[in-house]
Structures are given as structure tokens and as C-alpha cells.
């Protein structure tokens, strides 16, 4: 063990969650290790992102606090999202709600670790490639005054059993199809049947037998702004067919033309005029999320504590894009955290880092992700709050905003304080204001005409 004026951390897991962790931990004084199983060039080119990572006000001020890029200022921003709902084959919902101060920003997670880790060790971190398994992390731990593990939802995760009084579900909701194309820009002309603020809103759309659809404004590493796709099938569905057939970027794209052919003809225009990202084999992903939450404190073989960071210590469904931004809230306020303690981080101080990190917003992130898949316990409250949304302009931006801060809706346990949720947001009687909805009857659609250059 070093002393604590030299304390040393070793980080396994070079994604996002652990190059920021790394980072931080260096730019406070610590002496940082990151082990990565993959080369730099490998994280970057080799390998797909490990999501759309969408982050909003928190996560991009704990980035901030740490001194970090955000990419504000050089990523194509949304302001908004807009929603359709598509109800037992009726066009039924149609909002657009504008988000509550704070902006989006989707960076490919494969450029904002690279970025990261050239600053690490630009800046004296040590960047070690080897794949590490549980003998090697023993070896490690016993030499770091502090070993995190960031390694996702493979990787390392199952020295850290999951905690069933936190984990709800023991299967993935949805199957998964992300991917990233280029061809469209995001001036007010794209998606302006939904949103008057055109392509600088992203566009959400639930078909409530089949699954969810969501487009958004992306940095992509190579092709800078872009679009980004992601598709949520139900377990069964004929869209949880056609996504199991995904192969390439060129049979996504394919597959999600024809989804919005058959299924969301009112952006069909956009979709159409959209290209794949040449340059980049790992434009797409297929998959699924089991949702859980581990015991994010392990041990070694010979007893040496370990924490888990990001994924690995807690898994999201994406449908609320929890992920990423909780991995970043997690690695500031344990970087923050770290630099304060003076004495060992032995298993107590490091479960009541994640503690404090899963009251503060893992909790709330979780519940808000079951909101949004519509789980049977809460689908109740999905349904008034979209009806509420569709009201009134101020109650869709509060609901957008629990993507960013999800606490207000951990206090949503029956109808009764799902109203109350809905008169504290817009100062107006639930009931008045859901006594005002009215079925959109028919979608307006895309009046698109953009050929490609
Ligand atoms: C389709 C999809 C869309 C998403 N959209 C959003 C969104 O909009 N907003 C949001 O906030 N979140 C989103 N997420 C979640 C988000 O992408 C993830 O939470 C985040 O990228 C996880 O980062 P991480 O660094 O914790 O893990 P990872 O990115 O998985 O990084 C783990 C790293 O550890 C390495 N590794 C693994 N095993 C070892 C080993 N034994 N030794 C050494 N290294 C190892 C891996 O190679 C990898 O580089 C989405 C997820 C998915 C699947």
C-alpha cells in the first residue's frame, strides 16, 4: 500500500465510465492504473459504441466538474422530444414537449473515451492492455489503495451478484436494434410535421403492441453529426423478427425503412433520405438489457474490496437513457468523493459511496426506466402522463426532464400521488387537465422533400 499523500487506484474497464473515472482520479492526485482488455486504436475503430449515451443537465455537469469536455458546443444539440403514440393501431397521442433548461447530447461513447484516455495519459496515467480476469484483479487490488471496476455488463460483472432487493426483473423487456447513419441535417425542415423545432427535437414514438422508436441528433466520431436510431421490440413482436434478422449498418437502415413503411409512415420521408455511416463497420448494435442493480462492493480472492462503476453496477433497459448518465454521476461524486477521504477505502466507505449514489439517482433512474417500458405495475401512470403531456406544454417538459433528474417521480407509488405529480408540475387540477384529452385522430405527416447530396 502506498501512502496516503501518493494513494493509488487501478481501474479496469477503459469504456466511458472507467477512462472518466481514471481521469478524474489522476487530475486529484492519485496515482491511476486503467487496464483495458483492447488497444486504444481497438476501443476506438474495433468495436461498436456501447450505446447512444444521450446525457442531459447532471450527467454533463458532472462531466464539468471534473473538468471534461462536454461536447456542447461542437455536437448537434436537442432541445425537445416528440411523442406519437400509435394505441391498438390508432393514432392516438401526438405532443411535442420541450426539455426543462436542459440540452441533450448524444456523443459516441467510442470518441468521448478515446478523448479521455489521449488526455490520461498525456497527463501521466498509466494505460495497461490486458484482459483482466479474477486472479489478475486480485494481484491488482492488493497493490491499489483504491480498485474500481468498470468492465460493463460482461466483462467482470459477476464477482458482484446481483441484488435482488434493488433488481426487479430477471429478463430483458425489449430486444434492441441501435445504429447511426448519416445523409439528414437538423435544421427546423426535418421532422417539421412533429416538432417546429424541427430536427433539434428527438423523435419518439411508441406502437404499443410492437415496441418503441426513437431518432435523435448524434456525434458520431468520424462522421460527426449524424443520426442516431434506436428501436425497442416487445418480446414476440413482428418487430422483434425483423430486428433479429439485422446483419450490417446496411440491413439496420433496411430494416428500419421498411418498419417505418409498415408502422410509422408519418416519418417515412426522413427515414428514407437517410445513409450509412461508410467509414464505420461498427455503426450498429443488436441486443438486449437485463435491468438490475448488483452488490456493488466485491471481494478478491484474498479479500481485497472492489467496487463496481457504470454497468457494472447497475444495468438499464436504454428506453429512459439511464446508462451513461449514471455512470458519469457515479464516477464524478466517487471521484469527489475519493479526494476528500483520508483514510482506507475498505468495503464500508465504498458501499457508502454507491449508496449514496444509488439514493441520490439510481433508484429514481430505475423506476423511471420501468415508466417508460410501460411495466404493467406503472403503466397506469404512463398512460395519464402522456395524456397530461399532451394537455399541457409545461407538464411534457417535466416529464422530459426526469430523464434528466428522475427523483420527483420515486414519490409516484398509486394514481392518487400520480395526479398530485401532475397538478405539483403544472400548477393546474389532474383532472381538469386530463379531462382536456383528446385523441389525435390522425398523425400529420412528414412533408419532406430532400434529396441527398
Ligand atoms: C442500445 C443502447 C442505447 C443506449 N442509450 C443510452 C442513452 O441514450 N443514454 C444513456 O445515458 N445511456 C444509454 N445507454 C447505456 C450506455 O451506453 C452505457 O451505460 C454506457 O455506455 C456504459 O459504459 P461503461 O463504461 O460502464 O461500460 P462499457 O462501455 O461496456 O465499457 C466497458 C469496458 O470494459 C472493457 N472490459 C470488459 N471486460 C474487461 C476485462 N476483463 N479486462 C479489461 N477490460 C475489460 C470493455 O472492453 C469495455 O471497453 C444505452 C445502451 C444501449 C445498449
Known amino acids: 500500500m502506498t501512502t496516503s499523500s501518493a494513494r493509488s487506484a487501478a481501474i479496469i474497464g477503459a469504456g466511458q465510465t472507467g477512462v472518466t473515472a481514471a481521469l478524474g482520479l489522476l487530475d486529484n492526485g492519485f496515482d491511476v492504473t486503467l487496464y483495458s482488455e483492447r488497444e486504444q486504436a481497438q476501443l476506438r475503430d474495433g468495436i461498436p459504441a456501447s450505446g447512444t449515451a444521450l446525457i442531459f443537465g447532471a ?88 480498485t474500481l471496476v468498470a468492465t460493463g455488463r460482461g466483462g467482470l460483472s459477476s464477482l458482484f451478484p446481483v441484488d435482488p432487493a434493488r433488481t426487479v426483473y430477471d429478463a430483458p423487456q425489449r430486444s434492441l436494434l441501435a445504429f447511426t447513419v ?56 413482428d418487430w422483434e423478427r425483423r430486428f433479429a434478422t439485422v446483419t450490417s449498418a446496411r440491413s439496420a437502415l433496411q430494416v428500419t425503412t421498411g418498419l417505418h413503411r409498415d408502422y410509422i409512415d408519418w416519418d ?95 433508484r429514481a433512474a430505475q423506476l423511471v426506466t420501468r415508466l417508460f417500458l ?13 395524456a397530461a403531456a399532451s394537455g399541457s406544454a409545461r407538464f411534457a417538459s417535466k416529464l422530459f426532464g426526469l430523464l434528466d433528474d428522475p427523483r420527483p417521480f420515486e414519490s409516484v407509488t398509486s394514481e392518487a400521488a400520480a395526479k398530485q405529480l401532475i397538478t405539483d408540475f403544472t400548477g393546474e387540477p389532474a383532472d381538469e387537465l386530463l379531462a382536456r384529452f383528446v385523441p389525435a385522430g390522425t398523425f400529420q405527416r412528414s412533408g419532406l422533400a430532400f434529396s441527398a447530396v
Not at 480472492?301 to 455512470?327: M, R, Y
Request: aromatic share 10%; glycine share 12%; charged share 20%.
Open 182 to 237: 448519416t445523409g439528414l441535417p437538423h435544421g427546423p425542415e426535418i421532422f417539421a410535421h412533429r416538432s417546429t423545432a424541427g430536427g433539434a427535437h428527438n423523435a419518439f414514438t411508441v406502437v404499443t403492441d410492437q415496441g418503441e422508436s426513437w431518432w435523435g441528433p448524434y456525434l458520431h466520431k468520424d462522421a460527426g453529426p449524424t443520426w442516431a436510431f434506436l428501436g425497442w421490440a416487445r418480446p414476440g413482436s
Open 59 to 146: 450527467a454533463q455537469r458532472a462531466e464539468e466538474s471534473l473538468g471534461l469536455n462536454t461536447y456542447l458546443a461542437t455536437a448537434p444539440l436537442s432541445t425537445g422530444q416528440s411523442v406519437r403514440v400509435l394505441n391498438d393501431g390508432a393514432e392516438d397521442v401526438a405532443f411535442d414537449g420541450w426539455f426543462d433548461g436542459a440540452r441533450g447530447v448524444a456523443v459516441d461513447t467510442r470518441l468521448k473515451a478515446d478523448d479521455r484516455l489521449t488526455l490520461f495519459q498525456q497527463r501521466g496515467g498509466r494505460f495497461v492492455v490486458q484482459p483482466v480476469d479474477p486472479e489478475r484483479l486480485d494481484a491488482i487490488a492488493a497493490k491499489a489503495d483504491l
Open 268 to 362: 417515412l420521408p426522413e427515414v428514407s433520405a437517410l445513409r450509412v455511416i461508410d467509414e464505420d463497420p461498427h455503426s450498429w448494435l443488436t441486443g438486449a438489457v437485463t435491468q438490475l442493480v448488483r452488490t456493488a462492493v466485491g471481494h478478491t480472492a484474498s479479500g481485497h474490496p472492489v467496487a463496481a462503476l457504470g454497468d457494472t453496477a447497475v444495468a438499464f433497459d436504454p428506453i429512459a437513457g439511464q446508462g451513461a448518465q449514471g455512470g458519469l454521476v457515479q464516477s464524478a461524486a466517487l471521484v469527489r468523493k475519493a479526494a476528500a477521504h483520508d483514510g482506507p477505502f475498505d468495503a464500508a466507505w465504498l458501499s457508502a459511496a454507491f449508496d449514496e449514489f444509488y439514493d441520490h439517482r439510481a
Open 374 to 386: 410501460a411495466d404493467p405495475e406503472l403503466s397506469g401512470y404512463g398512460g395519464l402522463f402522456f
